[in-house]
């Protein structure tokens, strides 16, 4: 009986791998239908995190649907691999972020603020010589946020960061050991919305100890980032930057000059225009938590929101 | 500035010596985290080394317990227990305990074994039952190896306590934790003095419980041109 058994469970993983290989073939053969004739051939980078691949597919699915051939290359690595390689034209784009981009062109100058709009105007200005744009930034941004969470949020009613001016002295904010001395952070927050916390809590930037002493209200907001994929599951709610403290890290599609016709243009603008924050959380969560594939979860969002009907 | 003069203002400056992150109450926390864990760790570990030492049984067990406790990076089951337990002392009482048994382990067991079986003889035939002779005779003379592993055990309790800083706990290492992040050298450095001298603090003051605990006698027993003596004599 135990050899009969354990034949059973050891023929499983076969017959899986068997089904899969089916599959695969079967997906392999539809393969990628472009639209009406091919418009050209574009290389799609992307950072080494989830979130960029999910970015690359939306907008390298969008212009393969408007009939251009588009090849990715996904999870490249970290800007100091991303931006030499556009530089030199190995690839032709790569889903930016506005802020962070620009330090990384001006060499770290301080220019960026708030405004999305100002900052994405001075890195255009530092790519303009490289042979490079910036396309139009998204509403959809992966920067420094505070949570509360939905509790805290009804109690005190909270929406936005100056809401909490008010009600700061009741409360703890809790993030990593530098943020009393960073002025994104703890300063920041006192000099621009005029908060002043009860305490702060020295915990870890946007990691499991900031979760947990919300979820436990040792601290009752927390240091996160807006785009974070598990801030739903944890019932967080990120205040609305109402001052702009904290610099515009918009997503913006990053362009060989070479490549951006106004008809691509006009394609990855659409993209990035009806893009929110939220999305980008939801998106996020089905490849980080739930272990879905950045391409499928991609197309899900197209279909879902009509851009390929 | 040097390094030394930048870390002897910080000490200087009044603002580190009150309030919620100032010297006392990092102290406090300190002694508080290790206490608690040395504490329990004693009253797990003491039972244990004496039982095993009196009886001369399961020795390997003794050793294993304590080689295995050696093992186990202190880093490594705090992030465990965090997982587990969450946020809080939990974690950190768990690691640093686990680290505060294998030498007091060790040390109870050798200190009782090592008591003369002429002396536990002696003690027989003067009529002491079990328990009596294991308290006022074999104890009294086991008390010098089993405080000794009891200060080693304090000793890298105090200085591992720094990691609870790792998990949102207090104590010194808050400071070399919170320093470093704020590139705030002259804090790390501080704090790590502040470690090593409740380091040192502990190592002297436990030695002066051991000294009145030791009974007198046996203190000249141990006294070095005793001990050589008898050594001349047996050999």
Known sequence: MIRKHRSTWLLAPVAALAALAILAAACGSTGTSGGTTNKGTLTIAGFDFAESSILGQLYGQELAHNGYTVNYKARLGKREVVAPAIKAGQIDMYPGYAATDLEYYNSAAGEATGDVTATVQKLNARLQPLGLEALTPSPAVDQNAFAVTKATATKYNLSKLSDLAAVGSELVLGAGPECPTRPFCQPGLEKTYGIHFKSFKSLDTDGPLTRAALANNTIQVGLVFSSDSDLNKLGLVVLQDDKHLENADNVVPIIRTKVATNDAKSILNKVSSNLTTAQLVTLNGQVELLHQDADAVARAYLQQHNYFS | ?235
Do not use: C
Request: charged letters at 15%.
């Open chain 2, 1 to 235: 500035m040097s390094v030394l003069e930048s870390v002897w203002n910080w000490f200087g400056d009044p603002a580190h010596w009150h309030g919620p992150d100032g010297i006392p109450t990092r102290l406090v926390e300190h002694l508080q985290l290790s206490g608690e864990s040395v504490l329990l760790g004693a009253l797990i570990a003491l039972p244990l080394g004496i039982a095993l030492g009196h009886y001369g049984r399961f020795g390997n067990l003794a050793i294993n317990i304590s080689n295995v406790g050696r093992a186990l990076p202190s880093f490594g089951i705090l992030v465990i227990a965090f997982q587990v337990f969450g946020l809080g002392e939990l974690p950190i009482i768990l690691a640093l305990t686990a680290l505060a048994i294998p030498p007091i382990v060790t040390n109870s067991y050798v200190a009782l074994r090592e008591v003369d079986p002429d002396i536990k003889d002696a003690a027989r035939g003067m009529g002491y039952r079990e328990l009596p002779q294991l308290l006022r005779v074999e104890l009294p003379l086991a008390v010098p190896l089993i405080m000794a592993g009891v200060r080693t055990s304090a000793v890298q309790v105090v200085a591992t306590a720094t990691l609870a800083a790792l998990i949102a706990g207090g104590g010194f290492g808050r400071y070399i934790v919170d320093g470093f992040a704020q590139l705030n050298y002259s804090m790390t450095i501080a704090g790590a003095v502040l470690v090593a001298l409740l380091a040192l603090a502990t190592e002297l003051s436990l030695s002066g419980v051991e000294r009145l605990l030791v009974p007198r006698g046996i203190r000249l027993l141990m006294a070095p041109s005793l001990r050589r003596a008898s050594t001349f004599k047996v050999a």
